[in-house]
């Protein structure tokens, strides 16, 4: 029962540390794309200082720098404190092992003093003439050969336990290393922190005079998003009635009442699996740039500039390097091309009742009713007069705006 309770142990530790190892890769991965969008915001950031835009646009890039950094120290704090549960629960098992050995040698030691008292071939000759029938002799004759096969077994362990904890020891002073070089990243992503946040007040401070003027362009821009999600909803609204009339018609059925035609899709077999897999990929998707970051997150936030000024926004907005191609983040269909301006354009892919909005492109290399695949690039993203490069992404099921941050991997 104790040698069960030794494995039931055992297989329990290796199945955490299993688990905390997948954690600690999952999070290493997350750091080195954090710091790939931090390199990619600076290398912008210095761009646009360059070349003199707006305050505004550098403010608000340096706050998406700010929110980037903030990340990176969140998950250097997540890796820490996952290595100091590895660290700890090694030392438990390094203790453990101390233990078991400790027991082992005395056990062994003791085995030694024993065989040295009868070390002689003469006192085990003895010991077996005199037993009292051959079936005494035979059992003797056993015991002394297990007791030989024990002793060599005790060793054995001895050895293997030892060996055991000297990869401990040695997994253990890793971990020490590793956690000081954490923390040494963690103070100076601090230190970069607090000397951005510095930045940014500069910034703020030097433009406060026009607080009236900005606050009021963000009330402008906030009308004009407004009007963008109405148009997407009406767009879509307009692509699901045209869905189920296509899909009355392939099953011989009714067209479902305008209602819910307009607001909902009426799935086909195929529709039905292609909407199960969306959702079954929730959290993985892949970006729909090659290279970015979130310069707007999904929903109700203060202004980077005016803090007392709420946006809000249904999607997300991803900057990029300029003349980067905007991708499909799932197979689909293509279901609407949208012509915003001259040098506007946004693609809707639809993936059973989902639609994914692929907003503020310049050109558009897809055509209504096409098949696309995931990766597939549809179009080239816009580059404003301030010279940045932004692609705004929006995730619906029907014409309900969803959070497309809990949707894309490694957000």
Request: proline share 2%; no cysteine; glycine share 4%.
């Amino acid at each position: 029962m104790f040698r069960f309770f030794i494995v039931l142990f055992s297989l329990v530790f290796s199945s955490i540390s299993w688990a905390q190892n997948d954690a600690q890769r999952k999070l290493e991965e997350r750091k080195a794309q954090l710091l790939q969008e931090i390199r990619l915001n600076e290398k912008l950031l210095s761009e646009q200082k360059n070349k003199e835009k707006s305050v505004v646009s550098v403010i608000m890039q340096q706050n998406a720098k700010i929110n980037l950094r903030e990340r990176l120290i969140a998950t250097t704090e997540k890796q820490t404190k996952l290595l100091n549960d590895d660290i700890y629960r090694n030392q438990l098992q390094i203790n453990k092992l101390t233990r078991e050995l400790k027991d082992l040698k005395e056990d062994y030691a003791n085995m030694i003093v024993k065989s040295y008292k009868s070390r002689s071939e003469q006192s085990r000759a003895m010991f077996l003439l005199s037993s009292n029938s051959f079936l005494q002799a035979y059992k003797r004759a056993q015991y002394m050969k297990q007791y030989a096969g024990y002793r060599k077994s005790q060793g054995d362990e001895i050895k293997i336990k030892s060996d055991e904890l000297a990869i401990q020891n040695e997994k253990l002073a890793t971990q020490k290393t590793e956690k000081e070089i954490l923390i040494k990243e963690q103070e100076k992503e601090k230190i970069a922190l607090q000397q951005e946040k510095k930045e940014q007040e500069k910034l703020v401070n030097s433009i406060k005079k026009d607080q009236k003027k900005i606050a009021a362009e963000i009330k402008k821009k906030q009308q004009e998003t407004k009007e963008i999600d109405k148009k997407i909803q009406q767009i879509i609204r307009a692509a699901i009635a045209e869905a189920n009339k296509k899909t009355a018609k392939l099953t011989g059925e009714k067209t479902v009442s305008t209602g819910t035609s307009s607001t909902k899709f009426v799935l086909t077999p195929e529709g039905k699996i292609i909407s199960n897999n969306f959702k079954a990929n929730k959290g993985n998707l892949p970006w729909p740039v090659g290279k970015g970051f979130v310069s707007v997150k999904f929903g109700s936030q203060p202004h980077p500039v005016v803090k007392s000024t709420l946006i809000q926004s249904s999607g997300v907005e991803i900057t990029t390097e300029a003349g980067s191609n905007a991708m499909a983040v799932f197979e689909g269909e293509v279901v609407s091309i949208q012509i915003i301006t001259p040098i506007k354009k946004a693609v809707y892919i639809q993936h059973g009742d989902f639609i994914t909005v692929y907003h503020n492109l310049s050109s558009v290399s897809v055509n209504k009713g096409d098949k696309v695949k995931v990766k597939q690039t549809i179009g080239k993203i816009h580059t404003d007069g301030a010279g940045r490069t932004t692609i705004r992404f929006s995730v619906l099921q029907n014409d309900t705006f969803l959070n497309p941050q809990l949707w894309l991997s490694n957000m």
